[in-house]
């Protein structure tokens, strides 16, 4: 069953869907704050697969309200586009584990070794740190470094927003000349875009996040709440406008951020 809702009064207590279809077009900021976050809860409570379309210019109001929790984002989807999300938010529910869930077997794979390596990174880090502290612990070599054959040691010199946003840009450079899709890899372009942002204190949108990840809205949406699922990004409320939020990084992956670019300075090697 596909619950359908009236967004002057939506929900009757007899409504138990198996998949509940939002479609947000034409409808009021002021309304989807209010009524989001209550389809969210009763979605929660039902057990129901949670499917969201919008325009592009609704992605902050909505994302605020919905984003994670296994809700499937749409950005100006087809009729194609919706039926297929309703097909996988009803196999979510009937199979939690996601064996059929179509989205794992690329966008997931990719995800998973990319927090593999996160994690790695921050492991790294703590071995560094506590042979700083214990003094008698040397650190491993840097392969491919060439300062290590004359004695000298790498450069930690701490990262600057400057470096990362040329990194970006030499990414979209990239773009110009193979394309978009050849290199799409959008989970690195948010991590990078994210630590730049910390590094200049600034704030990041979910609208911008998106715009940063270089692929289509809903791709990107997707990204997003599977990072912040993993523990990779967080979600900040604005405090003066509930209708938005705000995206940073989790500390592990700001402090995997840094330790990968000093280590990339060490070894003489540019951020990717």
Do not use: K
Request: glycine residues 6%.
């Amino acid at each position: 069953m596909v619950a359908t809702i009236d967004w002057q009064a939506p929900f009757g207590l007899h409504a138990t869907p198996q998949v509940i279809v939002v479609e947000t077009a034409g409808v009021d900021v002021a309304i989807l704050a209010e009524h989001l976050p209550r389809i969210v809860e009763r979605a929660a409570v039902l057990e129901a697969g949670l499917v969201v379309a919008m325009g592009s210019d609704q992605i902050d109001a909505v994302a605020a309200a919905t984003l994670g929790g296994g809700t499937i984002l749409l950005v100006d989807p087809s009729v194609a586009d919706c039926i297929a999300a309703i097909v996988v938010a009803a196999e979510r529910v009937r199979s939690p584990a996601g064996v059929f869930d179509v989205t794992r077997e690329t966008d997931g794979t990719r995800l998973e070794r990319l927090n593999t390596e996160v994690a790695r990174i921050a492991e790294a880090l703590a071995r560094l740190t506590r042979a700083e502290i214990d003094g008698d612990a040397p650190a491993a070599p840097i392969v491919g470094d060439r300062t290590n054959r004359y004695g000298a040691p790498p450069s930690l010199t701490e990262p600057s927003a400057a470096d990362v946003r040329r990194a970006i840009r030499a990414r979209r450079l990239r773009d110009q000349f193979f394309g978009t899709a050849l290199f799409e890899d959008p989970g690195w372009d948010m991590l990078l875009d994210l630590y730049a942002a910390e590094l200049e204190r600034g704030r990041v949108s979910v609208s911008s996040l998106c715009i940063a990840a270089a692929v289509a809205p809903t791709t990107a949406l997707r990204w997003i709440a599977r990072m912040t699922d993993t523990g990779l990004f967080e979600r900040r409320p604005d405090m003066h406008d509930r209708r938005r939020a705000f995206m940073v990084l989790s500390d592990r992956a700001s402090e995997a951020m840094r330790g990968y670019i000093v280590a990339t300075r060490g070894a003489d090697l540019r951020i990717p």
